[in-house]
């Protein structure tokens, strides 16, 4: 049985274990470990096996700006579960439980690059995020979905990650 919670600081090494196994090198651990120490985390939770961490998902602050105003954002990144818990609704479960944490806590829209046929049964879209200036090549990878109904609606505006992804627009 999976069960899900806020993650501890006793956890990290665990997190960085399934993120080294979810996807195969350090890419993802050393982004978590550089977004924790700038301070650029709003919340992080973990999935449990038993006593276990199987699973994992950050969001950090996101900014969306324009010369009109700002919207609050989050990043998605990472999202990683074990591989010997994948497809037993590990990863569905975190973004399902993160994504109210997000509204109530005022974060207007998320953003995640990913695979739209997994992130799209969640609500995410590439056409919610069609205006929006990023640093990735095109395609249909970058998604945003609306915790706050419309504000993405006619907006553009540049995403602004946090430096620990060094990535420029």
Avoid: K
Wanted: aromatic share 8%; glycine share 8%; proline share 8%.
């Amino acid at each position: 049985m999976i069960s899900l919670r806020p993650a501890l600081q006793a956890d990290h090494q665990a997190i960085r274990d399934v993120l080294l196994q979810a996807f195969n090198g350090p890419a993802e651990a050393a982004l978590v470990e550089a977004l924790r120490a700038a301070g650029d985390v709003l919340f992080e939770l973990v999935a449990e096996c038993g006593d276990r961490v199987v699973g994992h998902i950050l969001h950090s602050p996101l900014p969306i700006v324009s010369a009109s105003r700002t919207v609050r954002a989050a990043a998605l990144a990472p999202l990683a579960v074990h591989p010997d818990f994948q497809r037993r609704g590990a990863g569905g479960a975190l973004i399902h439980m993160s994504l109210p944490m997000l509204a109530h806590s005022g974060i207007e829209a998320v953003v995640v690059v990913g695979e739209p046929s997994y992130y799209c049964r969640f609500g995410f879209s590439p056409e919610a995020a069609a205006l929006l200036l990023h640093p990735f090549p095109p395609g249909p990878h970058f998604m945003a979905l609306e915790l706050s109904p419309g504000c993405l609606n006619e907006f553009h505006g540049e995403v602004r990650y946090a430096a620990a992804f060094e990535l420029s627009s």
